[in-house]
Structure formats: structure tokens, C-alpha cells
């Protein structure tokens, strides 16, 4: 149904791509959103019956955004421009907004992008690299664009984080400031979006959500920490906020700057210009080789725990992180405490009979031929206890306001709030089974490592079995660089993003003929990998330097699955294969 129905305009009545319009279909009243325009006479159509809302939902530059985004992510173009859309009709008008703040100092990273914004100018695409918080170079830019009469959109991973930057930006901005999250009632959403479409000047800061937000004059987009998780729909459509605001900042001339710790590989293979700090990009790292130490040992080494004490003498915070609220994937010897690897793939193997990423028998040590594996690192609530007997009460989780606190990814804290972090077990991220595994447990590590204020004595602890990986290597050079090298050069000769493409096919009841559907519409020259089983379906893995003309033939076999029942979730780019 991408291309619609098409219906006659009456003479007396203003429609535009973008509006919203009642129409009828198969005897009823329809709302619909307009696409196209054709000016020749079509005789015996039926009449549109009328306008609703105020503003357009789309522009006619946002729409080639939505439909390349529908092939690229092989989904309907209505479920793409819904996300466009506001969740109640927009009534609301213009909004007086107030004059702009005095012009502050503007940090040097963004001084070229200030400049060609204040002159009307489309700044170049940029990554900034540093630690946060951010609102002084977001100030900054969405000053520069509202001079020149223009909007900016901000795209933050959370809620939380987008109160804390609207706020931060409203003190200075005012009402210019509307903020979005999936959580907030409908009407705000609405009124937020409303003022994003009909006011120029307005600074929208919200969740990934508001990446496909029409603005009526776009002037500059701002993703904070593009390489987050959240940052990617886990639902079909899978979209993900980098790309989408990559395309439409070539299409409707944005300047798109993105801001973060660690830049995303696909922003590292493209034209996009990197800027980093001098020196460090995050505090100081001492990585705690635990390969020294007996394996039955505790959670903390010595030197660890020695350090933990320190801090509250000096009465400094702590913040405890730990991979995960359960038990961690990784196992060690308990005869010889090397970590358990798959001796195919190289990732930890899983607690089962085989590799949960290769299929391959898991079997004795392959240092020392053991056969005994105890579990690398505890859940929160374990390392919780332990913290516990040896600092009494001011151990607590995150959030309930002790000298320590534990908590897992989503409970980092804010950048340079604490005087020490403390990583207690880095080894079960880096062996996940996935090819993103390094790059996430980078930038996990230096999410928690900008956690801590900068001087003497403040620093961040990374305890681990596995010292000379090259992650840690980075950690304790304090920058990305040569290991994104590295890390692209073998992307490259893998053919893996983002130097070529993957899809995967999940049904939940695929069809008998299912692979042989998928093969054929795949083609000889691209690979298929699968059917695999999965809980609840089976997957299949579609890869090739490019995938355009795959998806498109794709998407009508998948519509046609879904008429006939079946449950499909398509994801483009999947971040764990």
C-alpha cells in the first residue's frame, strides 16, 4: 500500500504533501496523510472530504527520508510515517518564544559549526569526542541556529537524560525548550510537537522517538552518545537514530553533530569530521590484572578494595559498576583460572552443552584440560552483600544515595559526580558473543571512566583477566583511536558493517517454504545463513556489501507472510549476530 489511493482535491480546499485528510474507503471515513500531488485531470475519483489538524505531519524533503527509510528497513511507509506524526492531531499555532540569551563563550569544538549556522550555513558533519555534559555545546549550537531564525532537534538515549538536558537548556532558553520521551502523556507529546513544526527557533530535546520530527526551518541535529543501544529500535521498524538523521541531513541540509566518548565505527568509516580533546579523553584508568591472584578469590582484589577505602576516608563518592544483575556469561578454570573460550569462535561459550554463538561442543580447558568452571564476577546484588560486610551500610544500589553505589549500565552516573568508579568485572563483556562486543564494552568502560572527577587520586579501576586486551589498552591510553583502526581493517575484510550489510529474518511460525522463499529472493551472489532456531521462531542472517535490491524484493514477501498470520521482525543492521 506505499503507493496509496488517490483521490480528487476539491477547488475550494488548501491540502499540501504532509496533510492530514478524511477520505472514504470501502464505505467509510478514513484518516489518511497526503504523499503526493498530481496536477493532471483524473476523472471519476472520489473526492477528499476534508483537512484535519493544523500543520502538516510531513515536508516533501522529510517524506524521501521516510521512504528511503521504508526499503531500508524493509518496512510498510505508514508505520514509517507514523513515527513522524504526533500522537493527538496538531491544533496549536505559532508560539511566542522569548529573545535569545546573551551569546556566551562558545567551546572551540563547535566554533566552526556556530559560525556557518549564525551565517544561514549548513556546518559540516561532525563527531566531537569528550565526556559530557553537553549543554554548552548544544547551547551553544541551537543559539546559533535560532539567530538565523532556525530550529535544532536533540536526540538523547533516555528520559532521564533528556530531563536533565532540557532543564539545563531551559534555564538559559526558556519555552524555545520542548521535550519528548515515548513515557510522556499524548498531549504534551502533541504540544511539543506542534511547536517543533510551526515555530521556527524552537530546541527539541527529546528520546529517540523525535529523530523523524518534521521541523519547519532545520537548522542543525545534535545526537548525544549515538552509539548507545537505545539508540536503535528494537521493534520493526528497526530504526536507528544515526542513520535516519544522516539521511536527513543530506536531504534537508542539516548540520548534523554528533557527541560522545567514543564515535561509532559507521561514523568513523564516513566523511564526517572527528574532533578530540587534548590529552585524555576520559580520567585516569588503572587496570587490575586479576590473572595474578588464586582463582577462588573474591570479587575484589586487594588493591581494589584497599582503594574503595581510601575513597571514604576522603569522603568521595564510589560507584560500583557490574555488567549485569544476574550472573555473567564468562566461566574460568577453577584449576588453573584461565577464562573458558570457545576454541572456534574465540567468545565465552555459555553455561550449555555448545556455543551459544558457533554451535561448537564446549569441552575441557584448553590451558590445562580441567573440567570444573565456576562463574567470572557476580550480579549486583551479590558484589551489593560483599561491599556490605566490609563497609557496612554506606554500600547501597544505585540511586538510594550511599558512599557506594552499585548499579548496572543503566545506572551510570552523571559525568564527574564521583571520585572513583570501580569495574568489577570487564571479561564476561568483552567475550559476549557478538562481533560488537569489543566496541560496546568500550564505550560502556568509558561511560564509567568520564564518571570521575579529574585529579589527583581520582580514577577509575577495571579489574580483569584478560590485562593486555586491547581494550584495556585504550582505557589506559585514554582514546579509541588505534583500536577503531583496527577494528575497522577487520570489519573491512569480514564484509561486516560498515563496510557492507547484514539483515535478519525472524518468524515467529515461518512457513514451510519459507528458506527457499528467502534464498531466491536473496539471489546467488548474496549469503544466507540460517534457518536458525531461536526461543520463539527461527532466524535467518542476509548478508552482502549491499542489501538495497534485496529489501526490496523482500518487502512484499514479508507483507505477504504477515497476511497470512505470521509474526516477522525484520532487523536492518542487527547490533548482536
Known amino acids: 500500500m506505499d503507493d496509496g489511493f488517490t483521490y480528487a482535491i476539491p477547488e475550494t480546499m488548501g491540502v499540501e504533501i504532509g496533510s492530514v485528510v478524511r477520505v472514504p474507503l470501502g464505505g467509510r471515513r478514513v484518516r489518511g496523510w ?58 496549536r499555532g505559532l508560539v511566542d518564544l522569548p529573545a535569545l540569551p546573551p551569546p556566551a563563550a562558545v567551546p572551540p569544538s563547535v566554533t566552526g559549526a556556530v559560525a556557518r549556522l549564525e551565517a544561514g550555513s549548513r556546518p559540516q558533519a561532525a563527531f566531537i569526542a569528550g565526556t559530557g555534559p553537553w549543554a554548552d555545546v548544544i547551547g551553544a549550537v541551537a543559539r546559533a541556529g535560532a539567530v538565523s531564525g532556525r530550529s535544532t532537534l536533540v536526540v538523547v538515549p533516555t528520559a532521564a537524560e533528556c530531563a536533565t538536558l532540557a532543564a539545563a537548556l531551559g534555564t538559559s532558553f526558556g519555552n524555545r525548550v520542548v521535550s519528548a520521551t515515548s513515557a510522556a502523556p499524548a498531549a504534551q507529546r502533541t504540544a511539543a510537537w506542534s511547536q517543533a513544526k510551526g515555530t521556527p527557533g524552537t530546541i527539541v530535546v527529546g ?16 545526537v548525544v552518545e549515538a552509539g548507545r543501544r537505545a539508540m536503535k529500535s528494537r521493534q520493526t521498524p528497526t530504526t536507528h537514530v544515526r542513520e535516519l538523521l544522516r539521511r536527513r541531513a543530506g536531504v534537508e541540509k542539516l548540520g548534523l553533530i554528533l557527541v560522545g566518548q567514543v564515535p561509532t565505527l559507521e561514523t568513523a568509516a564516513s566523511a564526517v569530521s572527528i574532533t578530540m580533546p587534548p590529552g585524555r579523553v576520559w580520567p585516569l584508568v588503572e587496570v587490575v590484572d586479576r590473572d595474578v591472584e588464586p582463582p577462588s578469590s573474591s570479587s575484589f582484589a586487594e588493591g581494589t578494595r584497599a582503594a574503595i577505602a581510601g575513597a571514604m576516608r576522603r569522603a568521595e563518592p564510589v560507584f ?20 573458558r573460550r570457545c576454541p572456534q569462535c574465540g567468545s565465552s561459550p555459555g553455561q550449555g552443552a555448545t556455543c551459544d554463538r558457533c554451535g561448537v561442543p564446549n569441552g575441557a580447558c584448553s590451558s590445562c584440560g580441567g573440567g570444573t568452571f565456576a562463574p567470572v564476577g557476580s550480579g549486583a546484588g551479590r ?37 572513583m568508579a570501580v569495574v568489577v568485572d570487564v571479561d564476561s563483556m568483552l567475550l559476549r558473543p557478538h562481533y560488537r562486543a569489543e566496541e560496546d564494552t568500550l564505550r560502556i568502560l568509558a561511560r564509567v571512566a568520564s564518571t570521575v572527577r579529574r585529579g589527583r587520586g581520582h580514577r577509575c579501576v577495571v579489574q580483569t583477566r584478560m590485562a593486555d586486551h586491547r581494550v584495556l589498552q585504550a582505557m589506559r591510553h585514554g582514546s579509541a583511536s588505534d583500536v577503531i583502526d583496527q577494528w575497522l581493517a577487520e570489519r573491512d575484510a569480514e564484509q561486516l558493517p560498515p563496510y557492507g550489510e547484514l539483515l535478519a529474518l525472524e518468524l515467529a511460525t515461518a512457513p514451510a517454504d519459507a528458506d527457499t522463499a528467502i534464498r531466491a529472493l536473496a539471489g546467488p551472489d548474496v549469503a544466507v545463513y540460517g534457518p536458525g532456531d531461536l526461543r520463539n521462531g527461527t532466524r535467518w542472517l542476509v548478508q552482502a556489501p ?22 516477522v521482525r525484520v532487523d536492518a543492521d542487527p547490533l548482536d549476530v
Not at 320 to 339: E, I, W
Not at 399 to 414: L, M
Not at 546 to 567: E, F, T, Y
Open 546 to 567: 549491499d542489501l538495497r535490491p534485496v529489501k526490496i524484493r523482500l518487502r512484499a514477501q514479508v507483507q505477504n507472510w504477515r497476511d497470512k498470520g505470521s509474526k
Open 207 to 222: 528520546t529517540p522517538e523525535v529523530a523523524l520530527w518534521p521541523l519547519t526551518a532545520p537548522g542543525a541535529a545534535v
Open 34 to 91: 497526503v504523499t503526493a500531488i498530481h496536477h493532471e485531470v483524473r476523472p471519476g475519483l472520489k473526492e477528499i472530504i476534508g483537512v484535519s489538524g493544523a500543520h502538516p505531519v510531513l515536508t516533501a524533503e522529510l517524506l524521501q527520508t521516510l521512504r528511503w527509510a521504508a526499503v531500508h528497513y524493509v518496512a510498510p511507509l505508514a508505520a514509517l510515517i507514523s513515527k513522524a506524526a504526533p500522537p493527538n492531531l496538531a491544533t
Open 383 to 419: 558484589v551489593l552483600e560483599r561491599l556490605r560486610a566490609a563497609f557496612g551500610d554506606a554500600a547501597t544500589a544505585s540511586g538510594e544515595g550511599g558512599s557506594i553505589q552499585v548499579g548496572t549500565e543503566r545506572d551510570i552516573p552523571a559525568p564527574g559526580s564521583v571520585g
Open 320 to 339: 560500583v559498576f557490574v555488567s549485569r544483575r544476574g550472573y555473567a556469561p564468562a566461566a574460568r578454570c577453577t584449576s588453573c583460572g584461565d577464562l
